[in-house]
């Protein structure tokens, strides 16, 4: 009886796990589309989102629902103190001539005040008209809404606020120019 019992859960384990291989199979093939609940909200909406900033002086909340639609835009998460953040800005002014249109807006979400400041200032981010915020996500937002796992991290929208790539990691201008045109 036991032996009739071994090979019966033996057989039932077999069919499992045959089963269990196929559907990985179909998982893993390039035809098959995500299911929505698996989407981050930057793909189910891929228009820009509104949320706060606040801003460096420690009492203004701007919103990017206020951003202007007409040129493309640049959302970027940064943090004060990470040296691939650090790079990229400087890869981004070395080039800055090449994507003055975009308008930037530069965020953080885990430091204070006197860090981004800092940041601002050692960075000369005064000298590039085109920088227009940098401030704090109090709201912890673009982390959820992207799914960010690295920092820098730079959104990218084109001037009718319509998503057009999202750059997780290092970069610098010319990567980030042939996005918006």
Same mark, same amino acid.
């Given at each position: ?29 390039? @035809?098959?589309?995500?299911?929505? *609940?698996?989407? /981050?909200?930057? +793909?189910? %909406?891929? !228009?820009?989102?509104?949320? =706060? ?37 400087? @890869?981004?002014?070395?080039?800055? *001539?090449?994507? /003055?249109?975009? +308008?930037? %807006?530069? !965020?953080?979400?885990?430091? =204070? ?58 970069? =610098? ?9």
């Amino acid at each position: 009886m036991v032996k009739i019992l071994s090979f019966i859960l033996l057989v039932c384990l077999s069919v499992n796990t045959v089963h269990a291989q196929e559907k990985s199979k179909i998982i893993d093939t390039a @035809a098959v589309v995500a299911p929505a *609940d698996t989407l /981050k909200p930057y +793909q189910k %909406y891929p !228009v820009l989102p509104a949320f =706060n900033i606040l801003e460096m002086d420690s009492t203004t909340i701007f919103n990017t629902f206020n951003i202007p639609s007409g040129k493309p835009i640049a959302l970027m998460l940064f943090s004060p103190d990470c040296k691939h953040c650090k790079r990229t800005i400087k @890869a981004l002014q070395e080039g800055m *001539d090449s994507i /003055k249109n975009i +308008q930037f %807006y530069m !965020v953080t979400a885990s430091h =204070n005040m006197t860090d981004i400041k800092d940041f601002y200032a050692k960075h000369h981010l005064a000298d590039y008209k085109n920088i227009q915020k940098v401030g704090r996500d109090l709201e912890f937002f673009y982390f959820s809404y992207y799914g960010a796992k690295f920092v820098p991290d730079i959104a990218i929208y084109d001037e009718h606020k319509k998503l057009v790539k999202l750059i997780e990691g290092e970069t =610098n201008a010319s990567e980030v120019y042939k996005y918006i045109h």
